[in-house]
T-cell receptor, first 114, second 117 residues
């Protein structure tokens, strides 16, 4: 296993378009997390799944954002009607429950909305 | 989760020890101290964690004060590749009927460590 994979690495989109990102976690990890990071700031929590169940969503996750993990393996994060403020690095991480050892992060998807 | 305070930036000479401080004066008894780092254009990388005893692994050492209100991450022989943002995070452990679980990681601003030749 090569770790957490995210696709694409970079995405440039026009304002108002929809975008979808994919995350493939470490195969035996049952928890999957999404974070967003803007320039100069630490990562901010968006949501997490345990297997296919979405257990927590941040208030940062507006109605335009939706995340899924349909079979408890890979996850997708969709942003509808993108805005310039959505420009950020979107990070995915995975862990085992109970997960004392911490998360393994992917390299992220950098979104630029023009 | 308890809030942490870190200096915004630090410098270190290559080959010397880098000592990164973190204050977490409101830490609770069930909260662990975690350290992550983030090298430019990569996702954060787990370094080490501890509850109240000092910990050491192949990457670093973690020294937690006896009152647990502060800690120090030590990189014993810093290299240029250790230049990164270092995050100190306090994370709760939660015991319930289903066993022990751990709260999500909440990142602050971190310390930008620059290792120079």
């Amino acid at each position: 296993d090569t770790g957490v994979s995210q696709d694409p690495r970079h995405k440039i989109t026009k304002r108002g378009q929809n975008v979808t990102f994919r995350c493939d976690p470490i195969s035996e990890h049952n928890r999957l997390y999404w974070y967003r990071q803007t320039l100069g700031q630490g990562p901010e929590f968006l949501t997490y799944f345990q297997n296919e169940a979405q257990l927590e969503k941040s208030r940062l996750l507006s109605d335009r954002f939706s995340a899924e993990r349909p079979k408890g393996s890979f996850s997708t994060l969709e942003i509808q009607r993108t805005e310039q403020g959505d420009s950020a690095m979107y990070l995915c991480a995975s862990s085992l429950v109970p997960g004392m050892g911490g998360y393994t992060f992917g390299s992220g998807t950098r979104l630029t909305v023009v | 989760d308890a809030k942490t305070t870190q200096p915004p930036s630090m410098d270190c000479a290559e080959g010397r020890a880098a000592n990164l401080p973190c204050n977490h004066s409101t830490i609770s008894g069930n909260e662990y101290v975690y350290w992550y780092r983030q090298i430019h254009s990569q996702g954060p990388q787990y370094i080490i964690h501890g509850l109240k005893n000092n910990e050491t692994n192949e990457m670093a050492s973690l020294i937690i004060t006896e009152d647990r209100k502060s800690s120090t991450l030590i990189l014993p022989h810093a290299t240029l590749r250790d230049t990164a943002v270092y995050y100190c995070i306090v994370r709760a452990s939660l015991s319930n009927a289903g066993g022990t679980s751990y709260g999500k990681l909440t990142f602050g601003q971190g310390t930008i460590l620059t290792v120079h030749p």
